[in-house]
């Protein structure tokens, strides 16, 4: 199980490497931008599942888990 920490690093730096901005995600997510803040650093809770999976979605990470060690 990863910890919301993990996750959050995971979004960050996969949203960094495609180019997407945080203010672009906070639109696809339809929140404030304060929530993909809180989202990146771990701290939102609870940490909605449907976040992570359109965060997927708008950061097109295709045939790549968001969870593969980074390199």
Not at 64 to 70: A, D, E, G, N, V
């Amino acid at each position: 199980m990863f910890s919301s920490v993990e996750i959050g690093n995971r979004i960050r730096a996969v949203r960094q490497d495609v180019g997407v901005s945080r203010l672009t995600l906070a639109e696809a997510l339809g929140v404030e931008l304060t929530v993909v803040d809180k989202l990146e650093e771990g701290t939102l809770s609870p940490l909605p599942g449907d976040y992570i999976l359109i965060a997927a979605r708008a950061l097109r990470a295709p045939n790549k888990s968001p969870f593969t060690p980074l390199a």
